[in-house]
């Protein structure tokens, strides 16, 4: 065997190494949002942020009460993760939009501890004076050590 067929050979596996790593990161990343796991970036690579909802309360485990689309101008509106993992020193904010227009970040919190399998929440209510929510389409996107994360679609009627 001559050493220029040793080192076509070489590359061949090399490429159809690579081919398999690639089609392994592209069904890795399918079955996590098949899963609803919302991995975020490496800057973020041990936070795992699932199912974020809007809910028009809160259980005794700061979970939420049920899972709402719509809310009355009055209502108090809580995003929620739900199952999330967080360790210690991850800075965690929720960013509300209007009409596509970001109107009020939450109050930014920073995890005190490692905290696993555990809901998140913020809630966003009427201001004083206005006493009311603005009637129209509203998203809520979580902002985890500064990179945009998952985001929860809800409207005020």
């Given at each position: 065997?001559?050493?220029?067929?040793?080192?076509?050979?070489?590359?061949?596996?090399?490429?159809?190494?690579?081919?398999?790593?690639?089609?392994?990161?592209?069904?890795?990343?399918?079955?996590?949002?098949?899963?609803?796991?919302?991995?975020?970036?490496?800057?973020t690579?041990?936070?795992?942020?699932?199912?974020v909802?809007?809910?028009?309360?809160?259980d005794?485990?700061s979970?939420?009460?049920?899972?709402?689309?719509?809310?009355?101008?009055?209502?108090?509106?809580?995003?929620?993760?739900?199952?999330?993992?967080?360790?210690?020193?991850?800075?965690?904010?929720?960013?509300?939009?209007?009409?596509?227009?970001?109107?009020?970040?939450?109050?930014?919190?920073?995890?005190?501890?490692?905290?696993?399998?555990?809901?998140?929440?913020?809630?966003?209510?009427?201001?004083?004076?206005?006493?009311?929510?603005?009637?129209?389409?509203?998203?809520?996107?979580?902002?985890?050590?500064?990179?945009?994360?998952?985001?929860?679609?809800?409207?005020?009627?």
């Amino acid at each position: 065997m001559s050493f220029s067929r040793l080192y076509l050979s070489r590359k061949f596996l090399l490429a159809i190494l690579l081919i398999l790593l690639g089609v392994l990161v592209v069904s890795c990343q399918s079955f996590s949002r098949l899963m609803g796991i919302n991995y975020l970036s490496a800057q973020t690579a041990d936070i795992r942020i699932r199912h974020v909802v809007s809910s028009s309360g809160l259980d005794a485990d700061s979970c939420p009460i049920d899972r709402a689309s719509s809310f009355a101008p009055s209502d108090s509106i809580y995003i929620v993760a739900e199952a999330s993992d967080v360790p210690a020193g991850t800075d965690i904010f929720a960013r509300l939009s209007y009409e596509e227009e970001p109107v009020e970040d939450s109050v930014l919190i920073t995890a005190d501890q490692d905290y696993f399998d555990t809901c998140i929440y913020f809630v966003f209510e009427a201001t004083s004076g206005a006493e009311v929510l603005n009637r129209g389409q509203y998203s809520a996107q979580l902002i985890v050590n500064g990179n945009p994360g998952p985001s929860v679609d809800f409207e005020v009627q």
